[in-house]
Structure formats: C-alpha cells, structure tokens
C-alpha cells in the first residue's frame, strides 16, 4: 500500500516544510550565536527563563543539517537508485541535473562571498570582531568550495559550507555508480565512473564517517516509504527522534558549566537520530495533509521551501555585513533585542528569496538549455 500512495503524489507531502525547518534552524544557531554573547557571559538580568527558551529553540543547527541530509540522501539518493535498478537511469540528465542545482546557487552565493569580503574593510566600525566574521577568502579556497574540498584540502567559506562537501560527493558517487553499471555505457564512461568513484573514496576518508552514513540513511528512508511503515512504528520512532533531538545539545563534547551534560559521543547520538529520522519521514510522505490547516501548512512550507538553499548558502553574508556595519554582540536580552535578533532572520530570509529570483529559481531552465545543446551536439555528431 505504501508503494501505491508514494506513486499517486509526485509531490511528497511534508518534506517541504521539513526541509524549510532544517534550514530554518541552521539560520537561527547563527544569527543568535553572533548578535549574542553565550548564556554565562550574559548579564546577571538577562540570565533568566525567557533568555534560556530563546536560546534552546536556536540551538538545533546541528540536527538541522542532519535532516537535510536525510532529505538529499532520500530525494536524490533513494530516486536514483531505483531507477538505476530499473534501468531508467540517464547518466547525461542527471549530471545535469544535479551540476546545475546544487552549482548554479554555489557559484552565485561564492561571488557574493568574494564581494562581501572586499566591502568588510571599509564597513567594519566595531573592534574586536570573530575572526569567521573579518576573514577574507582566496581563489584557491574559492575554487576548493566550488568542487566540494572543503574540509579535504581548503576551508569553509560560507560558515555552512563544509556541509556541502558531503552532498557534493554523494552526488558524484552515485554518478559514479551509474556510469559503472548501466550496460548501455561505453568503456570510456565506465573508465570515468571508476576513476570519479576512487576520488569519491579518497574525499570521504578525509571527512566524518556519521555524516556520510546519514546520507544513506535518506536512501534507506526512500525505500521504507515504498514499503509502508506502521503508524506504532511511526509514533515510537518520532518520541525517540525527538529525545535524541534534545540529548545531542547535552552530549559530551557540548559541556557548558552549570549545564547537565551527557557522557555519549555525539556521533552515537546523531547515528541514531539520523535512524529514527529516516523512519519518521518515509512515514510522513505517504499521508497527506488532510485538514485545511494542515494543507496550508503544507502548501506554505512548499513556497518557504523553494528558496530554502539560498536561505541556508546566503544569510551567513548577511550576519557578516550586519556586523561590519556596527551592530555588535550583545550581552543584554531584551524585548528590543530578541526583537532586532527576529528582524536579522527575516533580513537573511528576504535577502535569499531575492537570491533565489536570481539563481536557483532559473535552474530548470538552465538545466533545459544545457540538455538541449547536449542532445543537438550528440545528434550532429556523423555516423562512420
């Protein structure tokens, strides 16, 4: 039955508001943890109940990305596999496919970068600032994020950025795979795939294990949705979820003074997380909104969703030009600070929907006019 209910809805209900949220959750860590000293240097008024809830809801960055990445690992991963198993796959579209959306965005958010970078000097009014705030970036650097090496062979450039080194890499490994297996590819292609799938090796070595492991996850997530999971199955995994949701910011590695800290690995923490997240979403696309609350809720989350990747890839500019430009960190939670604190987030949000009207919103048709260049070269191409 589960097989029947992911065919009807080539839109999958909720996966667009949980994408939104994930990103959503990464925006608000950093906005908060750069308008904001931590808790204990606060002043002794502002450390109070209401200062403590605002900041635990901003402090789920990490599992943010986890959950994107088991929403790639399920939309890009588990999709492809299948239709590799099924003999469906192209490999043509989808380097195409996924070059152009996931490149097209990076390209534009790392000229923004470069261009943040020369106006820093002139805009920075205030001393003292972070050093992830006032560090400039060179082409080397620039070149490294592009292709996915960060954390490999040059650093982060967008403060978010190392993430995309994961995602990058999945993309070409399941490429890889593709060129490898598809009996109709020439022995070239299948050269290539191998070669592209021992760099993939060699890159992954060089990162954290968990969070390759996450990406898989989503496929896993793909396939259970096929299946069908029960709802006592459903429920069990999402009260799980969210305790471990919780736990990580109290892991050990995360010990703040006067804080309860738990003696787990995070990286146990996230495996398990990534688990019972996989289960709760491949149950989530089989039901539907129903409700009329529900549908707009979900009808919302599909539009906020849509310029998602440039909110996540953008609004850490943002936070660098606010800071250059004098807005310091404060020590002091008021009214009219938590207020300044929600109007930085819905600056970083506007200004990525303006990036998405220029980038990511036109990757169809980018991606329409390289397949259609690459299907007339092909037929142009004589016959011997």
Known sequence: MGNDKIQRHAHLPWLDVIRFFAAFAVVGVHVRSEMFMTYSELVPESQNLFTKILFFINSFGVQGVLVFFILSGFLVGGRSVERMIKRQ??????????????????????????GVDL?????????????????????????????????????????????????????????????????????KTIASGCISLVLTFFVYSELTFNWISILMMGILSYYLSKIGIKK?????????????FVSINFAAGTKVEGRLTLDVPIPTLEILLGIATAVCVAYAVN?????????????????????????????????????????????????????????????????AYGFYWLTERNTPRVKTWIKTIWTSKTNNIPTI
């Open 232 to 244: 006592i199955v459903f429920f069990i995994a999402l009260f799980v979820g969210l305790m471990l």
């Open 287 to 351: 039901h539907p909104p129903k409700s009329n609350f529900a549908i707009l809720i979900n009808r919302l989350g599909t539009w906020l969703a849509s310029f998602s990747y440039s909110l996540y890839i953008t609004h850490y500019q943002v936070i660098r030009l606010m800071r250059g430009m004098g807005f310091p960190q404060m020590r002091e939670v008021t009214f009219i600070s938590a207020l300044m604190f929600l109007g930085e987030i819905i600056l970083c949000m506007i200004f």
């Open 119 to 187: 106006v820093m000097p002139y805009l920075t009014v205030s001393q003292g600032l972070p050093w992830g705030i006032t560090n400039t970036h060179g082409f080397k650097e620039f070149a490294g994020n592009f292709f996915g090496l960060q954390g490999v062979l040059v650093g982060d450039a967008g403060g978010t950025f190392w993430t995309l080194a994961y995602e990058i890499w999945f993309y070409v490994l399941i490429g890889s795979i593709m060129a490898i297996t598809l009996k109709t590819h020439s022995s």
């Open 89 to 114: 796959a192209v490999l043509k579209d989808y380097i195409i496919d996924r070059s152009v959306r996931i490149g097209m965005p990076l390209l534009a958010s790392l000229i923004l970068i470069w």
